[in-house]
């Protein structure tokens, strides 16, 4: 029962307009909770979702105010990096989006040891990246708060509705600049 909630959770990625946690691709965000606007671009932190997986610690959603939510980020609580409940949560979880249809594309390397995680505090693990039928992308990862404490880190995105918010911020900055231009 268990593995089917999960893959119900993650398998609802397989289209634009469905997000996981039982969100919608180019939703607005105000209906998760109390938003943050920047210029164009909308954030949300919560924990409070339609469908919520079991160890989510908390959500952070993004888009943009014309195309809705693009970007959903899943925070798991803290562990010691070296833990074996962090690793065995990680590995569940990468069977569960594998399980839910997404299909491996590639690693990057990490940073714990290096001096960015050592001096600066700037830690994560490998990250393993996939992506859906349709083209929508997940990467996971531990994420460091410092070298000796992380959290898995969940990141999906829509990757259509990123590479709209691409195109409308460079026509924002052409536009910008010309204005500017013709000032002088």
């Not at 893959?7 to 109390?34: C, H, K, N, Q, R």
């Not at 671009?41 to 939510?69: C, D, M, Q, S």
């Not at 997940?138 to 070298?147: I, P, Y």
Request: charged share 20%; net charge neutral; glycine share 8%.
């Amino acid at each position: 029962m268990k593995k089917i909630i999960f893959m119900f959770i993650f398998y609802s990625t397989s289209s634009l307009a469905s997000a996981p946690f039982g969100l919608e691709w180019g939703a607005d965000l105000s209906e998760y909770g109390v938003i943050n606007v920047n210029g164009q671009t909308v954030t949300l932190f919560t924990n409070k979702l339609p469908i919520v997986h079991p160890r989510a610690e908390n959500y952070f959603l993004k888009g943009r105010t014309e195309l809705g939510l693009s970007l959903i980020r899943m925070s798991s609580n803290l562990y010691d990096v070296q833990s074996k409940e962090l690793e065995m949560i990680h590995n569940e979880i990468k069977e569960e989006l594998i399980q839910s249809g997404y299909r491996f594309t590639r690693t990057e390397s990490g940073t714990f040891g290096t001096y960015q995680c050592i001096l600066q505090s700037n830690c994560y693990g490998n990250s393993w990246h996939a992506e859906s039928k349709q083209g929508n992308t997940v990467k996971l990862l531990t994420q460091g708060k410092n070298r000796k404490e992380g959290y898995i880190l969940v990141e999906f995105s829509a990757t259509e509705l990123l590479e709209k918010e691409n195109q409308l911020e460079l026509q924002a900055f052409k536009t910008k600049n010309t204005s500017i231009v013709a000032a002088f």
